[in-house]
């Protein structure tokens, strides 16, 4: 007999990794397997979400995280609006709840923002009755970011449970790591961070992951490696001599790779650097699954999307 | 939750069994040569009966039949009412449907709406030369013009009775019962 037909998903937001269980975050990734299969057809799109309306509040650049929003979002027939802050009424003073209130006012259901204070999905979230969808806060989380990497790893070697999995690169600064510590452990991975003492954060051994600044060390046994995005807009940069230095010292190369498991699972979130966090050699080899983990974002979000927006219609029912 | 307070058993094991094979029969009857038919199974007991239906032109008649099973969630006309927090399956038709005759399966024909649904998602897969529809029990009641070609039984209810069809796959028994929600 099928079990796990039981949980359902009953929140009108998505804000973080840290405050789901453990059967919420497989739900999520349970529903994106479904929906992977929607960009496959031949008509990309169902119409589950017709008739909804989904605003991408960005307050810092981002590409891929909001195109692969919109992308999930109009796989679901809900019609999109993309706001860049940098040409909004932002400029002019505006504060974030009056933003989101103006926002709720167009009657739009769904918000997905990224802002670069931690914590702002959640106040917005306590201000309003539409979704919110956290796409990057500050330093705190990325919590699509890290179901997408999940995502990915049990699609690549069928579990999460008992994976080693190395995340190296800026932890102190990456909201990436966080999420992706917090999402990992609850679902029975054993994690390792991996970076320059100065950007590992103080006590995140609390956590529940080891600590190491041995690049060595973490491919060791290591089933899965993420390597994170050395942020020089967030002052990574600032934590070592020269980029050089860095590569020379953690970079993911080939020739290190040797010592790794042989099929050792490369991530990167992107925009890598070259030549800086991985070699280029490593991006575009066989281990690397970071064109995969673009396309399983589209799916993790299609699922996130449409897993908020009927906990929230159903909120309003009970109303 | 509301319980199911069963009143009485509409088909055994041995009953579903020989049902499905006079269905199997019935398709073959409706086109001899089997051209170009697919089976596509509604999520979930649909699945399994097309599986079944499958395994009979298997056995009899030696002929392997494609299969495709179709989840209906995201097409629903219900999604944003009285409360369905949906789980979302697999659809999975791996053959392209253009010029196929499809025969979609389902255990219970109720409304029609599960089948309107159906219907649109199998049109975003691609144009079949014709669809026709299998069900185990129709149980009347139709809320939108859509009839069964294939009927394993007939069964007169009232609205607020419910018919459950049961798999040994999934449910550990084959049966039908009737039954109420209390």
């Known amino acids: 007999m099928r079990k796990s037909n039981n949980i359902n998903w009953a929140k009108k937001d998505l804000l973080d990794l840290e405050n789901l269980s453990r059967e919420e975050i497989e739900l999520i990734l349970q529903t994106a397997a479904s929906f992977k299969e929607v960009s496959t057809r031949e008509v990309k799109k169902v119409p589950a979400l017709r008739g909804k309306t989904v605003v991408n509040l960005f307050y810092e650049p981002s590409t891929r995280t909001r195109i692969s929003f919109e992308v999930a979002a109009k796989r679901l ?11 909004s009424s932002v400029r002019k003073g505006e504060t974030l709840i009056d933003t989101g209130k103006n926002i709720e006012a167009l009657k739009v259901d769904i918000i997905v923002m990224r802002h670069n204070y931690s914590g702002a999905a959640v106040m917005l979230a306590r201000q309003l009755k539409a979704s919110v969808v956290n796409a990057g806060d500050g330093w705190h989380e990325h919590p699509t970011q890290a179901l997408l990497d999940m995502f990915t790893l049990r699609e690549k070697l069928g579990r999460i449970e008992g994976l080693n999995v190395s995340i190296v690169g800026d932890i102190a600064h990456s909201r990436v790591a966080r999420s992706n510590i917090w999402g990992l452990t609850k679902l029975g991975a054993k994690v390792t961070v991996c970076a320059p003492k100065i950007l590992i954060p103080p006590a995140i051994e609390q956590l529940g992951v080891r600590v190491t600044s041995n690049i060595e060390e973490a491919l060791a046994g290591a089933d899965a490696i993420n390597v994170l995005r050395m942020q020089f807009e967030r002052d990574s940069g600032k934590a070592f001599p020269s980029q050089l230095e860095y590569f020379k010292t953690f970079g993911i190369t080939k020739e290190r790779l040797k010592s790794a498991k042989k099929d050792i699972i490369v991530m990167h979130p992107g925009p890598i650097n070259r030549g800086i966090e991985m070699s280029s050699d490593v991006a575009d080899g066989e281990n690397s699954v970071i064109l995969e983990q673009v396309t399983n974002g589209i799916a993790v979000r299609m699922a996130v999307l449409f897993l908020v927006a009927q906990a929230n219609d159903y909120i309003k029912i009970k109303k | 939750m509301s319980q199911f307070k069963e009143k009485a058993k509409i088909l055994n094991a041995e009953e579903i069994k020989r049902t499905l ?18 089976l596509i199974g509604i999520e979930t007991r649909g699945v399994y009966l097309a599986k079944r239906i499958q395994a009979i032109f298997k056995e009899t008649e030696n002929v392997d ?3 495709g099973t179709l989840d209906i969630t995201l097409y629903r006309d219900d999604l944003t009412t009285v409360g369905v927090k949906p789980q979302v399956k697999e659809t999975k038709i791996n053959f392209d449907l253009t010029d196929k005759t499809v025969v979609l399966v389902d255990d219970v024909l109720f409304t029609g709406r599960t089948i309107r649904a159906a219907l649109d998602e199998l049109m975003d897969f691609g144009r079949p030369k014709a669809v026709t529809l299998l069900v185990l029990v129709d149980r009347g009641h139709r809320e939108l013009p859509i009839r069964a070609d294939f009927v394993g039984k007939n069964i007169p209810t009232s609205q607020n009775e419910t018919v459950e069809v049961r798999l040994s796959e999934l449910d550990g028994i084959d049966e039908v019962a009737i039954g109420e929600k209390v």
């Open chain 2, 65 to 67: 039949i494609p299969l």
């Open chain 2, 21 to 38: 094979q006079r269905l199997t029969h019935q398709i073959l009857e409706s086109n001899p040569a089997l051209m170009d038919i697919v």
């Open chain 1, 77 to 87: 027939s809900a019609d999109v609006i993309n706001i860049a802050t940098e040409t």
